[in-house]
């Protein structure tokens, strides 16, 4: 049976884990606990770059979340997530792209920096961008495959989602404010997306994370 290796907080680790319920591909969880384990012989034996997720699927060993949901829909193809439009095809790629480059890469300022701060606005800005050609991709259509949710929902989902729980206000985006909303009605998202305690304990892991990467650069200044 597949093996994902993740954690329900990770939001990279949850596409696959949604992805996987969505496909209805049998798998076993193993947690990696945040706190330490990633670091450990064990789990930098299938990561080095002690991440997540990580799958084992009949021996084969995949790392990135863009490459197993990729791998997933190739050897699993039933039910597709991805669109066979060109178009379509188009717009789900590129909502994954601006999500792993332009969105997935805000979440530590918007969450450690203080208010009006100069990076904390530079983040800011690249969100409402994102966020203004999602709107413009996604359109009058119910997801971003057209009207089948696809991947591009998935991973999209996943990031708008949780930069709105992380105060990043929808209110000037209302076609994406129903595609949120719809995507919230489905009962896998209901299962997966992060509680606002959740929420508080992401929040407080990113700060632990700001603040080792601050020492780890005071360390350098002074060798």
């Known amino acids: 049976m597949l093996k994902l290796y993740h954690h329900p907080l990770s939001p990279l680790a949850r596409r696959v884990w949604i992805t996987l319920l969505e496909k209805n591909i049998p798998f076993e969880s193993i947690i990696i606990n945040l706190d330490g384990e990633q670091f450990k012989p064990d789990f930098l034996k299938l990561n080095p770059f002690h991440q997540v ?12 979340s863009l490459a197993i949901i990729d791998y997933l829909e190739s050897k699993y193809p039933t039910p597709s997530l991805l669109p066979k439009n060109a178009e379509q095809l188009a717009k789900v790629r590129m909502v994954q792209m601006l999500s792993e480059h332009k969105l997935i890469p805000q979440l530590l300022p918007i969450i450690v920096e203080p208010k009006k701060s100069r990076r904390l606005i530079k983040s800011q800005r690249q969100l409402h961008r994102v966020l203004t050609i999602f709107a413009e991709l996604l359109g009058e259509d119910n997801y971003f495959g057209g009207n089948c949710f696809s991947v591009g929902d998935i991973v999209g989902g996943n990031g708008v989602i949780l930069i709105n729980k992380l105060g990043i206000s929808l209110d000037k985006y209302p076609n994406l404010l129903a595609w949120r909303d719809r995507l919230m009605l489905r009962e896998i998202w209901q299962k997966t997306q992060p509680s606002d305690a959740e929420i508080v304990i992401f929040k407080q892991r990113m700060h632990a994370l700001w603040e080792m990467q601050q020492s780890k650069r005071m360390f350098m200044r002074k060798i």
Request: glycine share 8%; no cysteine; aromatic share 0%.
């Open 53 to 64: 997720p990580v799958i084992i699927d009949n021996g084969l060993r995949i790392l990135e």
